[in-house]
Nanobody, 126 residues
Framework: QVQLVESGGGLVQAGGSLRLSCAAS????????MGWYRQAPGKQRELVAA????????YADDSVEKRFTISRDDRKHTMYLQMDNLKPEDTALYYC???????????????????WGQGTQVTVSS
């Protein structure tokens, strides 16, 4: 089993920054790609950014790519999401996700699955 614990969420004004962290523990040998999803009230959970074990990175769209930075430190078993220039539309519950080896980023966009953290709330006020 794999346990994921997010931290770093909070309330911030538009234009501000937050850094989310996801600490992984347990049986990590078979973990491959990891990512951050978010879910706003009344909306589906969506992938925001993902990083493979080999370092390939993908962002959901240009707006996210210009403002967010995903990274992972496998020595510390931790993944990060640096979020700058936050906008009210970024308000959501952010989830850490880890997939087993063999699951690629394209699949992460199409299908929910793998291991999940409990989520951390990000609220951006205008």
């Amino acid at each position: 089993q794999v346990q994921l614990v997010e931290s770093g969420g909070g309330l911030v004004q538009a234009g501000g920054s937050l850094r989310l962290s996801c600490a992984a523990s347990g049986s990590l040998d078979n973990i491959g790609a990891m990512g951050w999803y978010r879910q706003a009230p009344g909306k589906q959970r969506e992938l925001v950014a993902a990083v493979t074990s080999g370092g390939t990175i993908d962002y959901a769209d240009d707006s996210v790519e210009k403002r967010f930075t995903i990274s992972r430190d496998d020595r510390k078993h931790t993944m990060y999401l640096q979020m700058d220039n936050l906008k009210p539309e970024d308000t959501a519950l952010y989830y850490c996700n880890a997939r087993t080896r063999g699951i690629n980023i394209a699949t992460m966009y199409r299908r929910l699955g793998g291991y999940w953290g409990q989520g951390t709330q990000v609220t951006v006020s205008s």
